[in-house]
């Protein structure tokens, strides 16, 4: 089978992203590309700075990649008719029934109109649920800092309190917007995944395991690393403000991902490899189906990955989609190319700790990169978009 990629231009593909591992700008880094069914995969660099190498099945964070998983897990149970698009949300959890609404985002929490209709589950998938990250620095609204005492705020570790204690502390919050009206990153995840977890009566982490992982071959993904495979994940860095340097924000001899969390959180808590999450991206690439296991429909598959916003939304939420790509259930759909890499109906997301995954139909493609370097801003760094650069411009036919 031929992949249609050159080989010469693979090398300087690799040769790019050894360059990020010798200048020290991370410690490792994993580079999986899938085309028309052949695997091109490289491991470069070290599981933790000065460590022991890293290797094509090492075990990394993969946050915010999370998202299109709980979106297409919600989606089994939308195809088996236990949950529906446009039904309230309230039967499973009533601690988003009868919502208030701020009257200004920018006015006192106490300062709201009731909620013009229910959240529905269309809307967590979307992430017009009025609830979410407010893309402001910190203090600048008072519901910002309501949220921060509420614990709410999105943060690279996952919530340290039970999922039920969670809704509680949403439910006693005023929405941002009138649902449906607005974008706000990430919140609708983390609720996503307790509505799956109460409506399929399972804990997320055993729906996941037996409707998605076991299926799939997905051995190595999971809300925690297990202790016979904890010299498997590697270490995460920030970059420190001070020096410019990297320093440790989680260090796998005591990190948070070796025990099982209190939340398992739908909107960034996995860890995954290189080869399982291609398993995931094939499935959808394949239509809902990865060999002989049939995980979606093709309608499903289609839905998730077609754009639900509108002009509007997206242009308020310019930093996430830069112009050229919309939103659909858990993931950026592309609209427009530009850039080598933006194909028309590319999807996919990134990951905070440094990661970043993508599935091309038009191309039968997936590209896969697995870094530790912390992000810094909702845009990709350079490490993602040279990868993104050398995976197209590799591409012969």
């Given at each position: 089978?031929?992949?249609?990629?050159?080989?010469?231009?693979?090398?300087?593909?690799?040769?790019?992203?050894?360059?990020?591992?010798?200048?020290?700008?991370?410690?490792?880094?994993?580079?999986?590309?899938?085309?028309?069914?052949?695997?091109?995969?490289?491991?470069?660099?070290?599981?933790?700075?000065?460590?022991?190498?890293?290797?094509?099945?090492?075990?990394?964070?993969i946050a915010s990649m999370t998202k299109p998983v709980i979106a297409?897990?919600?989606?089994?149970?939308?195809?088996?008719?236990?949950?529906?698009?446009?039904?309230?949300?309230?039967?499973?959890?009533?601690?988003?029934?009868?919502?208030?609404?701020?009257?200004?985002?920018?006015?006192?929490?106490?300062?709201?109109?009731?909620?013009?209709?229910?959240?529905?589950?269309r809307d967590l998938l979307t992430f017009r649920l009025g609830f979410g990250a407010v893309m402001a620095p910190p203090g600048t609204y008072p519901i910002q800092q309501a949220i921060a005492e509420a614990g709410l705020e999105p943060s690279p570790t996952p919530p340290a309190?039970?999922?039920?204690?969670?809704?509680?502390?949403?439910?006693?919050?005023?929405?941002?917007?009138q649902p449906g009206e607005g974008w706000l990153y990430h919140t609708g995840s983390d609720i996503l995944g307790v509505l799956i977890?109460?409506?399929?009566?399972?804990?997320?982490?055993?729906?996941?395991?037996?409707?998605?992982?076991?299926?799939?071959?997905?051995?190595?993904t999971g809300f925690h690393v297990p202790a016979a495979q904890a010299d498997r994940l590697s270490a995460a860095y920030a970059r420190d403000p001070e020096t410019g340097g990297l320093r440790v924000f989680d260090d796998p001899q005591d990190s948070a991902w070796t025990q099982p969390p209190v939340f398992a959180s739908g909107g960034g808590g996995l860890v995954s490899t290189a080869d399982d999450y291609l398993a995931f991206c094939r499935m959808l690439l394949g239509r809902g189906r990865l060999g002989r296991e049939r995980i979606l429909s093709r309608s499903a598959v289609e839905l998730m990955t077609a754009d639900h916003l509108t002009a509007e939304q997206k242009?308020?939420?310019?930093?996430?989609?830069?112009?050229?790509?919309?939103?659909?259930?858990?993931?950026?759909?592309?609209?427009?190319?530009?850039?080598?890499?933006?194909?028309?109906?590319?999807?996919?997301?990134?990951?905070?700790?440094?990661?970043?995954?993508?599935?091309?139909?038009?191309?039968?493609?997936?590209?896969?990169?697995?870094?530790?370097?912390?992000?810094?801003?909702p845009r990709g760094p350079r490490v993602f978009t040279d990868f993104w650069t050398s995976v197209y411009q590799a591409i012969e036919d």
């Open positions: 089978m031929n992949s249609g990629l050159s080989q010469t231009r693979l090398e300087r593909m690799h040769s790019v992203m050894a360059g990020y591992v010798e200048r020290g700008e991370v410690p490792g880094i994993v580079t999986l590309v899938y085309r028309r069914g052949e695997v091109h995969a490289e491991a470069r660099g070290t599981l933790t700075i000065g460590g022991v190498p890293v290797r094509r099945d090492s075990i990394f964070r297409a897990a919600a989606m089994i149970l939308v195809e088996e008719c236990r949950l529906r698009l446009d039904d309230p949300v309230d039967s499973l959890l009533p601690e988003l029934a009868d919502r208030r609404v701020l009257r200004r985002l920018d006015g006192p929490v106490d300062d709201t109109v009731q909620a013009n209709r229910p959240i529905t589950l309190v039970t999922s039920d204690e969670w809704m509680k502390r949403l439910g006693q919050l005023p929405l941002l917007h977890a109460r409506a399929s009566g399972q804990g997320l982490e055993a729906f996941l395991k037996e409707r998605l992982f076991d299926p799939l071959g997905m051995k190595d242009e308020t939420a310019r930093p996430f989609f830069g112009g050229h790509s919309g939103w659909g259930f858990g993931g950026a759909v592309s609209l427009r190319r530009t850039e080598l890499w933006q194909t028309p109906g590319r999807f996919g997301w990134d990951g905070g700790f440094g990661t970043s995954g993508y599935t091309d139909p038009q191309e039968d493609l997936v590209g896969i990169l697995l870094t530790q370097r912390m992000m810094e801003s």
